[in-house]
């Protein structure tokens, strides 16, 4: 197993998209975070009524231990950079034949697909390490005295953040399995990602109200492990409650989810033609 580590790493190191992709990820992730505090500080510095009100009902998203969940939350919308990256990788060995090469230097079918899920859990655990050091650098300049003692109150946040992340490059993973052809599979990944489980959503839920249901489509699962940030619940507190009662619940079902993925892939590619 450290072998399959190993090699997947070594091509990963080589792969110049890799680094492309992780240098946009570490532009993306502190970006989107610092737009929001932003917003944030424009609403609560200028003095006033309505910013002492403002400050009042948001509180301070960016300061411990709640910047644990606003940055999980508001990275987790850039979950399709590393996306790209994950289908490129599978793709290419379809394209190059490398995944016919390893075959035949002696992997089993099974360490080939084993492989794979190193490459997308390497990536998950890089994505989240940027999480990681984007909240400590909020949480530390932004919080106070108080607010600093209290930083390890929220960092499930953390397994949360990677979860999600393994859980979403996996199903990118399977489609670019599946397709095999980089553009064919990206394409198909984000109209499903943008438009189709968004649509069939609010299909279920507004017009055939079933709520209920349209928690179960495959993105949607995962992304229920990292509800909407406290501030934004605050708008509905029963909705907010409910949504964080329903995380161990479904960090059950991601995982169901995320392991039926890879069980079904490696049954796949020991029956399909190389």
């Not at 950079?81 to 390893?102: A, D, G, H």
Request: proline share 3%.
């Amino acid at each position: 197993m450290l072998s399959l580590i190993k090699t997947e790493w070594l091509k990963l190191k080589k792969y110049k998209a890799f680094w492309w992709m992780f240098g946009i990820v570490m532009l993306t992730y502190p970006g989107i975070n610092l737009i929001f505090y932003s917003v944030y500080e424009n609403i609560t510095v200028k003095g006033g009524m309505a910013s002492d009100l403002a400050k009042m009902l948001i509180g301070n998203p960016y300061a411990f231990p709640e910047v644990w969940h606003s940055v999980a939350y508001f990275s987790s919308w850039f979950v399709i950079i590393p996306v790209v990256l994950v289908i490129m990788i599978i793709s290419n060995e379809y394209t190059y034949k490398t995944n016919r090469q390893n075959i035949i230097d002696g992997w089993t079918r099974k360490e080939f697909i084993l492989s794979k899920l190193f490459d997308v859990l390497i990536i998950a655990v890089v994505s989240t390490l940027m999480y990681v050091i984007i909240s400590i650098f909020f949480g530390v300049r932004y919080s106070s005295e108080l607010e600093l003692t209290r930083w390890s109150e929220q960092v499930k946040y953390i397994f949360l953040f990677l979860l999600q992340t393994f859980a979403q490059l996996s199903l990118a993973f399977f489609v670019g399995f599946l397709l095999r052809r980089s553009f064919i599979a990206l394409g198909v990944f984000i109209f499903y990602y943008i438009i189709v489980e968004p649509a069939l959503r609010a299909l279920i839920t507004y017009y055939f109200k079933l709520p209920a249901l349209a928690k179960f489509f495959p993105l949607e699962i995962s992304n229920k492990l990292i509800p909407p940030a406290a501030f934004l619940g605050k708008f509905d507190k029963t909705a907010y409650e409910q949504n964080l009662t329903d995380i161990n619940m479904f960090i059950i079902y991601t995982c169901i989810l995320t392991a039926a993925i890879w069980f079904f892939s490696i049954k796949i590619y020991e029956k399909r033609d190389l």
